[in-house]
């Protein structure tokens, strides 16, 4: 009999077009309910969407975040199951199947979707706390992803509040964007398994 922890049968592995359609079909529903929730509140959004040079600075901090979320990551697998668990057999396999491509329009699609949705309309809507928690509460599919959905709400938090100091929701997607890319690629190069 297999150990638990071997790996799936080719057949029961997901292809990587399955896994991006999957993700993006994820994103597009979070897009389609911000339109539709902006739509039926009035709430115009895009005109929170500024884009400028100052976005070079959440790039950088998106990159920051993912550099920092990598690392902390890294040490907290050391000590916890849970986290090894979320880096090597849930993530790390997500970010192993996506094409470079793939990675791009997931990140893409997550940037712009999520923040319309939980930046956008959720923190216009709930303020501040109410859809930083929601944000982090998408990100708890499993108990064990406990230690994501903390660092999701620690992140929401972030962009919450650089949107409502600086008026530009762009920002957070530019943040969200190259947080999400940037471990994208982070994962795949130290979850490679040989």
């Avoid at 990140?107 to 216009?124: C, H, N, W």
Wanted: glycine share 10%; aromatic share 10%; hydrophobic share 55%.
């Amino acid at each position: 009999m297999p150990s638990p922890s071997a790996e799936p049968p080719a057949a029961l592995k997901p292809s990587r077009h399955t896994v991006l359609l999957l993700l993006l079909k994820m994103q597009l529903a979070y897009i389609i309910l911000a339109l539709l929730w902006g739509f039926f509140r009035s709430i115009p959004w895009w005109k929170a969407l500024h884009w400028n040079l100052g976005l070079v600075g959440g790039a950088a901090l998106g990159l920051g975040l993912a550099a920092l979320s990598h690392e902390l990551f890294g040490r907290l697998a050391e000590r916890f199951e849970s986290v090894r668990w979320l880096r090597e057999e849930c993530m790390g396999p997500i970010a192993r199947v996506l094409s470079p491509g793939g990675k791009l329009l997931v990140a893409l699609a997550s940037g712009f979707g999520e923040e319309v949705l939980f930046r956008g309309i959720l923190l216009t809507e709930l303020g501040l706390i109410p859809s930083s928690l929601l944000f982090a509460l998408l990100h708890l599919g499993d108990r064990r992803m406990v230690w994501m959905a903390g660092w999701a709400f620690l992140t929401a938090l972030l962009m919450g509040g650089l949107v409502l100091l600086t008026g530009n929701l762009a920002l957070a997607v530019v943040i969200h964007f190259c947080n999400n890319y940037a471990s994208f690629w982070l994962l795949h190069k130290t979850g490679a398994r040989s």
